[in-house]
């Protein structure tokens, strides 16, 4: 942890009795997200409050006078208030101006990256189990903080709420009970119309959870082969025992470069064959600045050797965000392969210090920039996923 983490873990309310200290709070590094959201701007329709700033605060405020709120512990209070401070900076750089009014496009996912990074870095939350797990909670929940108010009205909610829910299996303290608590202060904390059906949405969708049993853990399922039939879209009952026709695993590594890799699979399936773009880069004498299709190319087509011949293997490369991990699921669950993605982190400064000793060193500002985009796997991807500290 640092500096950074130890001032605002301090600034934080240590009971919801305890009045804000927002003078504390924004004498942090977090102030400067703090500036750039009183300089942003919303849709009054939507927000009567005016800034982005000023409905934050709202927000807190909100949240530690809920009933749900003053239930959880001490650990999880601050999880909750961490994850409303850090709810909208994504309306920072999404913030635009359109046929007349402010809009934010795509702010949760963009404030879950920004969250990601300050957390990761600023505050060294990264590298061990406890930090990855508290990082990735407040993540998780600022990407979905929206998602309680309208999931109900959209397509499949059952699906959708059992998706979410699943990064449970590996985030214990991510819920949906404790999303929607997010998502109710953020319904009140704001100066709107249509606030109590707002909250209604909110309560219904904890309703649906609750009938679904995925409110406070994730959706049981009879198998783990019908999870990732149900999950991946396939019209089946959850208590259906389906028939594993899969002939062995695919193991999809994560992580950014310096993360350790390499040695996990020595240390963990040395006997598997590995398909790894950096060693396909050095055979084709190809380098990472350089275009990456033929690598690509070539890493898939070995991938296709190995699962038309039934033999497991690890895919090794960074494989930061979804889109790239689902075409690489698909494929090899086409081949009739199980699936499962192991993501991989380690602390910062060590991460950096072993990119330094790699063949081929990767700039920290390249590093940087590949963590401003990463998405760690959620848990619904692949048969399994699971999240290690190396």
Not at 75 to 87: M, S
Not at 126 to 133: D, S
């Amino acid at each position: 942890m640092t500096a950074e983490w130890n001032a605002l873990l301090a600034a934080l309310p240590v009971s919801p009795e305890e009045p804000i200290r927002w003078e504390a709070i924004t004498a942090t590094g977090y102030g400067t997200f703090a500036r750039k959201m009183a300089e942003t701007q919303q849709n009054p329709s939507w927000h009567g409050e005016g800034d982005v700033w000023s409905h934050t605060r709202m927000v807190c405020e909100q949240l530690v006078q809920l009933p749900e709120y003053h239930a959880e512990s001490s650990r999880h209070q601050q999880l909750l208030f961490l994850a409303a401070l850090l709810h909208d900076i994504g309306k920072i750089p999404c913030t635009v101006m359109d046929d007349g009014n402010w809009t934010s496009p795509y702010h949760a996912v963009t404030g879950a990256r920004m969250a990601r990074r300050y957390l990761w870095v600023d505050c060294g939350l990264c590298g061990t189990p406890e930090a990855q797990q508290l990082r990735e909670t407040i993540c998780w929940l600022v990407r979905y903080h929206m998602i309680p108010t309208r999931v109900l009205e959209g397509d499949d909610p059952e699906l959708r709420l059992s998706k979410m829910a699943s990064n449970g299996l590996f985030l214990p303290d991510f819920t949906l009970q404790r999303l929607c608590a997010l998502a109710k202060a953020d319904t009140l904390g704001r100066l709107a119309d249509d606030t109590a059906q707002g909250v209604e949405k909110v309560e219904l969708c904890a309703l649906a959870a609750e009938e679904l049993d995925c409110l406070r853990s994730p959706r049981p399922f009879a198998t783990l082969h019908t999870a990732r039939a149900y999950l991946s879209g396939r019209n089946i009952w959850p208590e259906q025992a389906l028939f594993d026709n899969t002939w062995g695993e695919v193991i999809l590594l994560c992580g950014l470069p310096g993360t350790g890799k390499d040695t996990w699979i020595s240390q963990n399936c040395p006997q598997m064959p590995m398909v790894s773009l950096d060693e396909l880069r050095h055979e084709m004498h190809i380098s990472p600045t350089e275009p990456q299709g033929p690598v690509v190319q070539a890493g898939q087509e070995r991938c296709r050797e190995y699962l038309r011949a039934h033999q497991p293997f690890v895919y090794n490369a960074t494989n930061l965000t979804f889109s790239i991990r689902a075409g690489l699921v698909k494929l090899f669950e086409s081949y009739g392969a199980s699936v499962r993605i192991v993501y991989l982190e380690t602390p910062w400064q060590e991460q950096l210090r072993r990119n330094q000793s790699r063949t081929a060193v990767v700039s920290e500002a390249a590093i940087g920039r590949m963590l401003d985009k990463l998405s760690p796997p959620e848990g619904y991807e692949a048969r399994q996923v699971e999240y290690l500290c190396v």
